[in-house]
């Protein structure tokens, strides 16, 4: 409900099929292989969500894609998928996402048949629309430009937002759960990008564990597994190249 189409020139369009999907039983799909009419435009529309408020905000959907010709050959027409938002209900709108050619199918190898692709020739894709959030409400369409290549599948669209914990957000870095029994997840707030180490301590001092952070690999969260020590009170310790923060975790039985 609430989704539509752009059918400019009311020939080949967006549509839905079942029996072929990442997940589920049904996708949509737009026939390029059939569609005779080189650089026709059929836009695949979402309701407009609200993202105002969050902290981030993103788009992630399953393509599966296939070329005729092969993806090596050079002036060559190509299928084009691309990922649009706009502020203004449809009146303008900001390219995020455009692929075609090698950078869009997921079947290696030219396809002289009509695609429909095996479970295996899905791709996830992302998109960050943070910068968005303060537009409040967006709407996102999915656009293809056909040259007549190979049919192109969405599933599992979403678009969804991330809203920080406060108290995450007001200090940087937490510790949850706390009290816990086993696992706990060390997160940051924003993702760090000079950290030196994470490591462990008993009250008396005592290192017991330390968590590998690779040089320029940064995460938001770090698990640390106290399943195998005994309960009591734990000092976490992250070492930055100009700061040094500690958090105390109490294990329970």
Known sequence: AGWDILNADQLMTWEKVTGISKTGSSAVRLRNFDYAVPGQQDYLRLPEVAIGGADSAFVTFQVAAAAYASTTATNTAWDTLEVLL??????TYVSLYKKWGAQLVTRQGATQRSFEPAISEWRKDSINITPYVSNGNVLIAFRNTT???NNIYLDDIKV???????NLKARGYLVSPNPASGMVRLQ???QPTNLLGISI?????QKITEVKVSNGMY??????DL???AAGMYIVRAVFSDRV?????????
């Open 86 to 91: 706009s502020a203004d209900c449809g009146k």
């Open 201 to 205: 301590y008993s009250l008396t001092g």
């Open 219 to 224: 995460n938001n969260t770090y698990n640390i």
């Open 160 to 166: 969804y937002t991330v809203t920080v914990n406060p």
């Open 245 to 253: 923060v500690t958090q105390k975790v109490i294990k329970v039985k």
């Open 227 to 229: 399943s195998a020590y």
């Open 188 to 190: 940051f707030y924003p």
């Open 147 to 149: 040259q007549q290549q």
